[in-house]
C-alpha cells in the first residue's frame, strides 16, 4: 500500500531544531527536556527551550532516553482486582496523579487473582523497561512477594510482607479502631458494644478469597479493644458472619445476635460499610431505632455509608492517599524498609448517639 499524506507519519522533530527554535545550544536543550536542574541555565533558557519544544512539536525519544540515563519515565501497578473495582480503584488515581507531577507514566494492570497471568503480566511489564512495580491489593492483607519482583524496585500498596522486608503504604487500621472506640465511649456506651463481623472458626478469608488472611480485621479489633481496655471495660461480645463481609451477612449475624436472651446492645461496630446497612435492617425488623436505640460504626467510608438513613457515621480508607504515598515512595527509596500508616478519617454521620439510660 502506498502512504498518502493521511497517513505518512512526520517526521520527528530534533534536539536541533528546538535548539535553533530557542536560540540555544543542543546541550542546553537536552538538559531542559531532561528536567536537570545541575546546570547553570536561566529561567530564560528554560522557557524558550519548553516553548519551542511545543511550537514544533518535539517529542522525547523514550528509547534513546532509557539507553541514556538507565531510565524509562514508567512505572506499573500491578493488582489483584483495584483497577476494575470502582470503590477501590482510587488508590491507582492517586498513584496517577503523584506521578503525573513527577512526569511520570502509569501502566495499570489487574490479574483476578490468578497467579498464573501475574507471572506473563510481570514478565511482560518488565521487558518494557519500566522504572519500578507499585503492587496493590484491593484490600489490606499478607503477600508473598512475587519472585519476577526480587531485585526490581518495589513499594507495596495496601498489603504487607509477612517480614517487612519491602517498602508498604497501608491504611492506619490500628487507629481507626481506636477512633471508634473512643467515639463510643465519648457518647457514653461502655458495657453493651458489640462487634459484628468476626471470621467464623478455621476460616482466614471470605468466600471468593478464603485463604487470602485479611490483616484489616485484626488491626481494627485490637485497636478497639485497647481502647476499651485503657477506659476500664471491654466488647460485650463478638458476633461472627457466615461467609462474607455483605449485606446479607450483617443481617443475620446482628438477627442472630438479637435472638439471643438478655443480649442487648447500646452499640455495634461494623467490620464494614456493608456488614452496617445489614445491621441497619436487622435493627429496624426488631423494632429498634439508630441511633435512639443502638448507635452503629462502620468501616471503610464506602457508597453503603450514604446509602441508608440516618448516613453510617463510618471510619474511611483514605485510597487516594494511599495511591498517592506509594508513588511517592516509589520515587524516592529509603535505604532501609519503609512502613507508611495513612490516617483513615472519620465520617460523620447520624448513626451514633448517646448511650440510653437502662
Partial sequence: ????????????????????????????????????????LSDDVFERVR??????????????????????GT????????????????????AMQELRERDTLLFTVDTQGDAELEEQLLQSLLGRDIDGVIYASMFTRTIALPRALEGVPTVLLNCVTAD??????????????RDAARMLLDHGHRDDIWFVGALPA?????????????IALAERRAGIDAVLAAAGTSLAGVTAIDDDWDVANGRRAVSRMLAE??????????????????AYQALRHAGLGVPTDVSVI???GSPYARAVEPELTSIAL???ELGRRAAAMLAAPGDSPRLERVPMPIRAGGSVGVAPSR
Avoid at 520527528?12 to 531542559?32: I, K, M
Avoid at 516553548?51 to 540515563?69: K, M, S, V
Avoid at 478455621?202 to 485479611?214: K, L, N, V
Fill in 202 to 214: 478455621g476460616s482466614r478469608g471470605g468466600a471468593a478469597w478464603p485463604e487470602w488472611d485479611p
Fill in 1 to 40: 500500500m502506498t502512504d498518502t499524506p493521511s497517513t505518512r507519519r512526520a517526521p520527528r522533530v530534533t534536539l536541533r531544531e528546538v535548539a535553533e527554535r530557542a536560540g540555544v545550544s543542543r546541550s542546553a536543550v537536552s538538559f531542559v527536556m531532561n528536567g536537570r536542574t545541575d546546570q547553570r
Fill in 298 to 300: 462502620g468501616f471503610d
Fill in 75 to 94: 512505572v506499573a501497578l500491578v493488582s489483584d482486582f483495584v483497577s476494575s473495582t470502582s470503590f477501590a480503584n482510587s488508590m491507582v488515581r492517586g
Fill in 51 to 72: 516553548r519551542a519544544a511545543d511550537e514544533l512539536g518535539y517529542r522525547p525519544n523514550i528509547t534513546a532516553q532509557t539507553l541514556r540515563t538507565g531510565r524509562s
Fill in 318 to 320: 483514605p485510597h487516594i
Fill in 261 to 278: 436472651p438478655r443480649v442487648r446492645p447500646t452499640a455495634l461496630v461494623c467490620a464494614n460499610d456493608a456488614l452496617a446497612v445489614g
Fill in 164 to 177: 517487612g522486608s519491602i517498602d508498604a503504604v497501608v491504611p492506619d487500621e490500628l487507629a481507626a479502631g
